[in-house]
């Protein structure tokens, strides 16, 4: 019978610090402080309602180009606040969520396309795969800037509409990646075993083929997800992204140009968030590659 009055077991907290000293020195210092500045984009983006300490709409013209602290500002509005007293700190809580909302589904979006395509084309040969080749090079041909300007300003902009947007982006990456990697997946033996066992090409792919090449999909959408980021900044600098009352790192950077030389806080705070988040993704993605691609080892 257990001794219910038996103390519970303590953890020892020098197997603690080991697991701790353990992990710390699994990553370089770089790719570590990237993972962390990742960590705290993704608290701010779940948790964006409650940390925002004003209203990302409201305003106040008797607070408006309010300068941060540091620069003489208040402690009510540590980054300041921009033309219309709005504060920027909310905004920018809000602006890193829409931002790696678009960012995140985006990239998705691509990787699905790209490797459905990709797997299609390795399986059925002949004409479906002349014609998605065709695809992938009409793709990879046009700047996808050119081609985001025409279809904003010709059907009008909307969240969905800009999402699904994004998903184009590179998902020719993902059809050539999955297409290579799975007709040499088919020249190997566990594949062509799995199918002399009566598996369907649903299984084939889908348990064998896929789980085999996810590695090295998982280090291309880390490349993907920072190039998805200033793809959006920079059309919502032009003007063609995230429409008001609506906010992202691109939109602020925009609407702070006009006060650069009177408030460049308005402007500053997001494009910070812009270059250290895509830096500490592209760090995490090659650090990634480098221990994830079998063809470095």
């Not at 370089?28 to 940390?51: Q, R």
């Not at 700190?89 to 969520?97: D, G, P, T, V, W």
């Not at 985001?148 to 947007?165: E, I, P, R």
């Amino acid at each position: 019978m257990t001794d219910i009055t038996a103390p519970l077991p303590v953890e020892n907290p020098a197997s603690t610090r080991r697991v701790l000293r353990r992990f710390f020195t699994a990553f370089p210092p770089g790719v570590l402080l990237g993972l962390v500045w990742i960590g705290l984009m993704l608290v701010l983006a779940l948790g964006a309602d409650l940390l925002t300490p004003y209203s990302f709409t409201a305003f106040d013209l008797k607070a408006r180009l309010q300068p941060p602290i540091g620069m003489g500002g208040a402690l009510n509005h540590a980054l300041g606040t921009d033309e219309l007293g709005r504060d920027v700190l909310s905004r920018l809580i809000m602006s890193i969520r829409m931002s790696l909302l678009i960012a995140f589904f985006g990239t998705l979006i691509a990787a699905t396309l790209g490797t459905a395509l990709g797997l299609a084309a390795a399986h059925f040969r002949g004409r479906i795969e002349s014609v998605i080749l065709v695809l992938i090079d009409f793709q990879a041909s046009m700047p996808f800037m050119i081609i985001a300007l025409s279809v904003l300003a010709f059907f009008g902009n909307s969240v969905t509409l800009f999402v699904v947007l994004m998903g184009f982006h590179s998902w020719e990456r993902y059809a050539r990646i999955s297409r290579g990697l799975a007709l040499a997946a088919n020249e190997q033996g566990y594949a062509a075993a799995v199918r002399q066992l009566g598996a369907g090409s649903a299984r084939i792919y889908g348990r064998h083929v896929l789980p085999n090449i996810a590695s090295t999909l998982i280090v291309s959408m880390t490349l993907t997800f920072p190039e998805i980021i200033l793809l959006e900044s920079g059309l919502s600098f032009l003007g063609l992204g995230v429409q008001p009352p609506l906010t992202s790192l691109g939109n602020m950077v925009g609407y702070g140009r006009e006060y650069i030389t009177r408030a460049p806080w308005i402007m500053l705070a997001p494009s910070a968030v812009i270059v250290l988040t895509t830096l500490s993704i592209s760090m995490l993605g090659d650090w990634l590659r480098d221990r994830l691609d079998p063809t470095l080892k």
